[in-house]
Structure formats: structure tokens, C-alpha cells
């Protein structure tokens, strides 16, 4: 049994978009709905009245009651995702599929949607990921600001890349990238810290799918990180904060510089002068 409620107290629609709040805040929507699981044996009337006690201002009207078919729900949410290419010859692969029929210069990185952000789907990702697949990346040292699940920085390893180094503010990120570095057998090239440890290493690559806000705020830092002549790709970016990030990016020495659109988002990708 699913139980819905629908605050709409706030006397609004509309959406407010939260992308990626800091690690400790706590954003709220102007419009929420939560919604609880209960076995169909549950006392209806106990859990209505346990709902009034703890919102005393919510209204009948707000609470929606439905009976679900029992079902395996772990099996049902992992079979929404398929594999999905990018470029010509990388591939995310879930754990429920086994990856048949492949060309021998197939990619192929094992990952299942998880808590941190990064697995291909979101216009974002895809973007860093076919860019990255159209790099020559062999040898290469590369830095993924922002890492999330460590798709990125895992793709580069798998493509060639002689090492990577993962960035990020949230633990969790940073576990969930080993855990998906160690299935994807790339964890011992694979270096993983956060932001204060970032020391002032030079790389041959930089990838940052981050948001608008920090990407113009790490600019210099990301900037003087990468090598004379080496390509950067930026995303996480808006499609009309574009203009405002080729600014800030070009004034710092990012030149060739190109932005490619994804439904509202955009890659812009460039090389330091």
C-alpha cells in the first residue's frame, strides 16, 4: 500500500528546480509530496490518524491511498535502465545485462544508478562521456572535478588514460567512485580526495560536471590544473548560463573554445592557450 501526501499549503505549482544542493543543506520545495510504503495489511485508519497527529494542517483532501501489486521492486527499478553508447565505442552497462556481441574496440563501464550522481542518463553526463570518448586519452593523466559516481574518470581510465584523480565534497561521492572503480577493475589508478587535498598538480586532461556557480568560482584553480595545450570540458551548465562560463573561461586562457547543447544543458569544451 502507498500512502501520498501532497502539501500543497504553499498555494503554488510552480517548480523550483534544487540541482545539486551543498553537502549539510537542506533545500525545501515550495510544493512537496512524500510518499510512505505500508504492507496491505496495515490499520488504514491507524496511519491516517498517526499522519494527523504529526501535521495537524493536513487536509483529507492532501492524502492519497493506493494498493500496489506485489512485485520485485529492486528488480522492476534496475530494469529501467538499458545500456546507452556514447561516441562510437563506450558503453554503460548495468549489472542486470551482460554485454553480448560486442566489437573488439568496444568499452564497456559496469554501473548501476546509485546515491551519487553519474550514470550516463542526465544530458550532462552523457555530454562528458561522449566528449571523453572522442579525446586521445592514452597516457594521459586526468582530473575529474566533481566526480560523483566516478563515471568519468573511470571512462578516461578505461579509454587509456595512464591515471585519474577524482575530486569531490561528499563522502559519499567519493566511496560510491571506489566502489564503482573496483568493479570496473581501475581502482589502483584511480586517486580519489577531496577539494582541500587538491594539490597544485598539473594534468594533461580536466573534466568538471559540476553547476554554473562553481564552475565560475574554481575557474582559476581548474584552469592553472591543466597542462599547456590540453583540452577541458566543463558541464552542468545551463543553456543560458553558457555565454557567461565561455566568458569567464576565455578570459583565463581557454581557447578553441566550443559549446555543444543537450535538451536546457550544454557542454562547453576548450583548450588552454
Not at 6 to 20: P, Q, W, Y
Not at 248 to 253: E, F, Q, V, W
Amino acid at each position: 500500500m502507498s500512502i501520498s501526501l501532497v502539501d500543497a499549503l504553499a498555494g503554488t505549482s510552480e517548480e523550483h528546480a534544487i540541482l545539486e544542493p551543498a553537502v549539510g543543506e537542506m533545500p525545501v520545495w515550495q510544493l512537496l509530496r512524500i510518499q510512505g510504503l505500508f504492507p496491505a495489511t496495515s490499520d488504514r485508519r491507524g496511519l491516517l490518524a498517526a499522519l494527523a497527529e504529526l501535521m495537524p494542517d493536513l487536509t483529507p483532501a492532501q492524502v492519497e491511498l493506493e494498493e500496489l501489486e506485489d512485485r520485485d521492486w529492486a528488480r522492476a527499478w534496475m530494469d529501467q535502465y538499458k545500456p546507452m553508447r556514447f561516441g562510437r565505442r563506450l558503453w554503460v552497462y548495468p549489472s542486470t545485462i551482460e554485454p553480448v556481441d560486442r566489437a573488439v574496440e568496444d568499452v564497456v563501464i559496469r554501473l548501476d544508478p546509485g546515491l551519487a550522481f553519474g550514470s550516463g542518463t542526465h544530458p550532462t553526463t552523457a555530454l562528458c562521456l561522449e566528449w571523453l570518448a572522442g579525446q586521445r586519452l592514452q597516457e594521459k593523466h586526468v582530473l575529474d572535478f566533481g566526480c560523483g559516481s566516478g563515471v568519468l574518470a573511470i571512462a578516461a581510465l578505461k579509454l587509456g588514460a595512464a591515471s585519474a584523480t577524482g575530486i569531490d565534497n561528499d563522502p559519499q561521492a567519493l566511496s560510491s567512485s571506489r566502489d564503482n572503480a573496483e568493479r570496473n577493475d581501475v581502482a589502483s589508478r584511480l586517486k580519489l580526495i577531496s577539494p582541500e587535498q587538491m594539490d597544485a598538480g598539473v594534468y594533461d586532461v580536466v573534466v568538471a560536471n559540476i553547476l554554473t556557480g562553481p564552475l565560475l568560482d574554481l575557474a582559476p584553480r581548474l584552469v592553472s590544473a591543466l597542462a599547456s595545450g590540453a583540452p577541458m570540458a566543463l558541464s552542468g551548465i545551463l543553456r543560458d548560463q553558457a555565454g557567461e562560463v565561455v566568458e569567464r573561461y576565455a578570459a583565463l586562457g581557454i581557447a578553441d573554445i566550443s559549446v555543444d547543447v543537450r535538451e536546457d544543458w550544454v557542454r562547453v569544451s576548450g583548450r588552454k592557450a
